[in-house]
């Protein structure tokens, strides 16, 4: 077992992360904590296998954190600022998790961790099967430390505008900053598709096509000539 450590400045990330470790049968969670300096104390006690490490935190940026717990174990960076992934991979990080973590990402960094760890090769200590990835997302509210629970299974389709999307769910609509692009790349594909330069949408929830326009209850939704192949192909699969 993996025993692993969560630092972030935000109950929530801590939240997610606990969650996706609870569903990996090789990885185990020894804490999760918003003070920098008691998980450095965990792990120069020993008690750490890997940390998955916020950077912007105060009192002790993860890149400081870092230079102070040395090789005593492996470090997986957690944030929303890119930047700082060059930096991160001169310290000999395991991984660098741009924010908000998708579950398959995430996962990908345990697999790379248990590579790394385990005396044996990964595939000889890996479950018969991967776990299956969680059926919802978590996306940023209208503020600093909100962030919202949303199903797949309820998203009818997404828009977007620059650097926001638009989340139409049944009755409800969230807007989140964040592009369409960074959002797509998260999403399970299918039922996910993106049909226009401003639309993804659950081939789950279409009810009619017709040309190069889809219908999404009393919303048409317009279907570009780049994605029109791709969604006709699903479409004759299902």
Do not use: W
């Amino acid at each position: 077992m993996i025993r692993c450590l969560v630092v972030d400045d935000e109950a929530p990330a801590l939240a997610i992360l606990a969650d996706y470790i609870s569903q990996v049968p090789y990885l185990t969670l020894v804490g999760t904590t918003t003070n920098p300096i008691e998980a450095l104390t965990l792990v120069q006690q020993g008690s750490v296998d890997v940390v998955f490490l916020d950077i912007q935190m105060p009192k002790l940026t993860g890149l400081q954190f870092l230079k102070l717990s040395g090789t005593k174990c492996k470090v997986v960076l957690t944030t929303a600022y890119p930047e700082y992934a060059l930096e991160g991979y001169e310290n000999d990080v395991v991984d660098y998790l741009l924010k908000p973590i998708a579950f398959e990402r995430f996962l990908k960094a345990a697999q790379k961790a248990l590579g790394l760890l385990s005396p044996a090769p990964a595939a000889a200590v890996l479950p018969p099967s991967v776990p299956a990835p969680p059926a919802y997302l978590f996306i940023k509210g209208d503020t600093k430390h909100k962030y919202v629970r949303v199903s797949y299974a309820d998203i009818l389709y997404i828009e977007g505008l620059s650097n926001y999307v638009s989340l139409y769910l049944p009755g409800q609509r969230l807007i989140t900053y964040q592009t369409l692009k960074e959002l797509a790349d998260t999403l399970p594909q299918p039922p996910f598709l993106r049909v226009h330069k401003s639309y993804i949408v659950s081939l789950d929830k279409i009810q009619l096509v017709d040309g190069n326009t889809l219908y999404i209850g009393d919303k048409q939704v317009p279907i570009s000539e780049t994605y029109r192949e791709q969604l006709y192909r699903l479409i004759r699969e299902r």
